[in-house]
């Protein structure tokens, strides 16, 4: 089952489209005249964002002139949490359709699938037919009995007033539009089960949806799989399979493929028939990350994301199997399909992740293991970003307050550099800076500013001892006394903050710097140190209260 498209669309009901999306509106639509021959040709998936964005109590015209197919799509798209009915959901498509009278909801009942009618009617009453059993007694039970009295339904526990309304409704309509019709939705019901309903059901959207080029939930994870990047050849000659209808949310190739990249440059030099291979492709490549990620197709800062997760990983994969090579970026795209590609740059990412996630669970970067609790600011920011679901790179270490999706090479490496430079911290602080471990318990917190280990950082540490250091020359404390802190406030106040932060700072790197040799040490200390001169000072170091 797909869509009904037309070949070409009208630019003028292009834009229309285009201006009901950005408006939450329908009213674009409403204006083109014909709108009743136009609406069945449009693709169910624009129908649904518009409907969803502009919500179903004011989109009711819109659902009135659309197909059944196009509304099963729309249910197909909403109603499903992975492979379980959403009722409630169903429901307010259900009292939408309600509202467009008997006709429209028993032409949809009658050319859809069954199932999830059937389902919704079993999971909200109990229903006997009176021809064949006697409903046991209830004192003042609250039933429902057909037009033909044929059967008799009542509420299940915890079916509330709006359901119950809604499903004597649905059977009033379906008799008033077809009697056999009702009869053959009443006693399937009645002696089927949830789980075969539900079953039927998923089965069925499952298959619509896939012929639209939608996947499956299940199905559409494997595009996250790990792979070993270093499995995957510039000459290996891969292709992805496209069935020849399958159909896009998205028409064209997002814009930022076309910004200077590895894929750009390996694109333009494409021939046509190729390039065109490659446009299906990414567009199947979002439709499933769509899918897993349940992106529906009203959800535009969902695609964006997604767009932005494909276009960093397939450059990524680009680059790393041409060894960065900008001659052999066509060669990568020539050869290797987009979903190895796309999966080659995704699993670097991964990799990042995986390392982050085993510092945290060894206790190299907190006082228990699977946390990040000595991690602050910038560095915690980073460690928050990478180990995400979708791996993702903050640049506060990079003084750039924001946060994206690997791109290029480079930022793996730079990320990979400051995972090991998290791995030295607790040595660096610890075994070089001489600060007794037992800080980070309460007893050595005794007499302390800090009352409870877990308040403890890195910078807390560092800042410490950059201070003793800078008024006694001695690094190897645990805290500083409070008439150095007073000094500091006073000298902080008096001299030029940029020029006393960068005296403390490189002054107490280069002093260690000399003694450990340690690389990237420099970049540590100045990151750590930087809030006590960009923050209010409170509760910046460890201050000895005697």
Not at 79 to 98: E, S, V
Not at 397 to 420: K, M, N, P, Y
Not at 462 to 474: G, I, K, V
Request: charged letters at 25%; aromatic letters at 10%; a negative charge.
């Amino acid at each position: 089952m797909t869509a009904n498209k037309p070949d070409k669309l009208d630019s003028n009901l292009l834009k229309a489209v285009k201006l009901a999306k950005l408006t939450n509106s329908i009213d674009p639509l409403l204006e083109i005249d014909g709108i009743d021959k136009i609406i069945p040709k449009l693709p169910a998936y624009d129908l649904y964002a518009i409907i969803t964005k502009t919500g179903l109590n004011d989109a009711i015209e819109l659902i009135e002139y659309a197909t059944p197919q196009q509304i099963q799509i729309f249910l197909d798209f909403d109603c499903w949490n992975k492979d379980k009915i959403r009722l409630a959901r169903y429901l307010d498509w259900l009292q939408a359709l309600l509202h467009i009278g008997f006709e429209k909801i028993g032409n949809f009942v009658d050319e859809i699938d069954p199932s999830m009618t059937g389902y919704f009617l079993i999971q909200s009453a109990h229903i006997f037919n009176l021809k064949e059993q006697t409903p046991p007694e209830f004192n003042d039970a609250i039933y429902y009995q057909t037009p033909d009295l044929f059967f008799e339904l009542r509420p299940k526990a915890g079916i509330n007033e709006d359901v119950w309304k809604a499903l004597m409704e649905l059977i009033d309509n379906l008799y008033r539009y077809n009697i056999e019709l009702a009869l053959h939705i009443l006693s399937n019901s009645m002696w089927d089960t949830s789980f075969n309903l539900q079953e039927n059901a998923y089965k069925a959207s499952k298959d619509r949806l896939e012929m639209l080029g939608f996947w499956d939930y299940y199905d559409a994870l494997s595009v996250y799989r790990m792979t070993d990047p270093a499995r995957i050849k510039l000459d290996e000659k891969t292709r992805d399979y496209i069935k020849s209808n399958e159909e896009t949310i998205l028409p064209v190739l997002p814009s930022v493929f076309k910004k200077e990249s590895s894929f750009h440059t390996a694109y333009k030099n494409l021939r046509d028939n190729k390039a065109e291979e490659i446009n299906k492709a990414v567009l199947h490549l979002i439709n499933k990350m769509a899918a897993a990620d349940r992106v529906t197709p009203d959800d535009d800062e969902g695609f964006s994301r997604i767009i932005k997760l494909a276009f960093g990983s397939i450059n990524l994969g680009i680059a790393y199997v041409s060894k960065n090579k900008e001659n052999d970026f066509n060669r990568a795209l020539n050869n290797i399909s987009i979903s190895r590609l796309f999966s080659c740059g995704y699993s670097l990412g991964l990799q990042l992740k995986t390392l982050a996630l085993t510092l945290s669970r060894s206790g190299h970067i907190s006082i228990s293991p699977r946390t990040s609790t000595l991690l602050e600011g910038d560095w915690l920011r980073f460690y928050n970003a990478i180990t995400k679901g979708h791996p993702t790179f903050h640049l506060g270490l990079l003084d750039r307050e924001e946060e994206v999706f690997f791109t290029s090479l480079e930022q793996i490496s730079f990320a990979g550099t400051l995972i090991e430079d998290m791995s030295k911290l607790k040595v660096f602080v610890f075994n070089y800076l001489k600060i007794p471990p037992e800080i980070l318990t309460e007893e050595g917190l005794k007499g302390l500013s800090r009352k409870q280990p877990g308040e403890i950082t890195f910078g807390d540490m560092l800042r410490t001892s950059a201070l003793s250091f800078h008024y006694t020359r001695n690094y190897s404390v645990k805290s500083v006394p409070a008439k150095l802190v007073n000094q500091f406030e006073q000298d902080r106040t008096t001299m030029k903050p940029v020029k006393f932060y960068e005296k403390i700072t490189d002054v107490f790197a280069e002093k260690l710097d000399d003694k450990l040799k340690f690389s990237n040490l420099h970049r540590i200390i100045k990151t750590n140190l930087e809030p006590l001169f960009t923050q209010t000072p409170l509760a910046l170091y460890v201050v000895s209260e005697k």
